[in-house]
């Protein structure tokens, strides 16, 4: 096995699991609020395939995030309720109660610890790509030096675009704003997770975008995905983190994902990982900083 894909997310995984373990003591009362109104309220990204899809027919969305969800629901014995956000709305409503959980492909960061809590087991490993012109010259993160790069709100990936590649960062409201910008030239490159653009250049509408590409194979920041829960919140957070072990175990995780079009490398060898009991076994270096 490969660990450079799988280390990552154990070293997240140990990492948080003391701090899981320190507050189990402390009960919340999210769980029994759940069950007594018969409905949990996850927060998902949305129609953004290959993540969420869209049904013409209900307006509703499906894909990977409502399945991982609906599996949720059904552990508890509740029905579900789906709210689509954005990058500058989920944090608001997961806060400020609109929502339960968020699972959305929003990657751990230390910054988003630090006013959020998560179920230590990540869910996928994913990162950065940049799609750009095929005009444009830009074939590495370091050809975006002085050039704009714009990103969603609240991207994780502004900071090393700035900081290490020396981009000039745009912030917009979500990704569908981002690629007219690209497609309009006020901006050099539209940054984001690596699975949606490519999806938007393969998918069902891609002869649209057939003078774009992505810049380069290499991902910004490949970062352990987590589901996320308000601060405190021991046994929401020991719950969902014992279902995402499931999980990884039963292969629920690795057949939504290839069901639905998501890049399942990672899901793979953790699967496998977690099948022969090798998920846990990491090394001491693990538990340094992903």
């Known amino acids: 096995m490969k660990q450079s894909r799988i280390k990552p997310a154990l070293a997240l995984a140990l990492a948080a699991a003391t701090a899981l373990a320190a507050g189990a003591a402390h009960a919340d009362a999210t769980l029994d609020r759940i069950k007594q109104r018969g409905r949990i309220a996850i927060g998902i990204d949305g129609a953004s395939p290959p993540f969420g899809l869209l049904d013409p027919a209900t307006g509703k969305v499906g894909g990977f995030q409502t399945e991982l969800g609906a599996d949720l629901a059904r552990r508890l014995g509740v029905s579900l309720e789906t709210v689509p956000v954005t990058a500058a709305t989920r944090v608001q409503f997961l806060q400020a109660g609109k929502v339960d959980l968020l699972i959305a492909n929003i990657q751990w960061t230390q910054e988003r610890s630090e006013i959020l809590s998560y179920a230590p087991t990540p869910y996928n490993l994913v990162g950065g790509a940049a799609m750009v012109s095929k005009q444009s010259g830009i074939k590495r993160w370091e050809d975006l030096k002085g050039k704009v790069a714009c990103v969603s709100q609240g991207s994780n990936f502004a900071k090393p675009l700035q900081e290490t590649y020396g981009a000039v960062v745009k912030g917009l409201r979500n990704i569908p704003e981002s690629l ?55 046994e929401t957070r020991a719950f969902v983190d014992g279902a995402i072990r499931d999980w990884l175990k039963t292969g629920l995780l690795l057949r939504e994902a290839e069901r639905f079009g998501v890049p399942a490398d990672y899901l793979k060898e953790a699967s496998a990982a977690a099948r022969e009991g090798r998920y846990e076994s990491a090394p001491p270096e693990a538990a340094a900083r992903p």
């Open 180 to 234: 007219l910008a690209l497609k309009g030239g006020s901006c050099d490159a539209s940054v984001h997770i690596q699975p949606a653009l490519y999806e938007t250049l393969h998918g069902p509408n891609g002869g649209q975008w057939s003078g774009f590409e992505l810049a380069t194979a290499d991902q910004l920041i490949p970062s352990p995905t987590v589901i996320w829960t308000r601060r405190g919140e021991a």
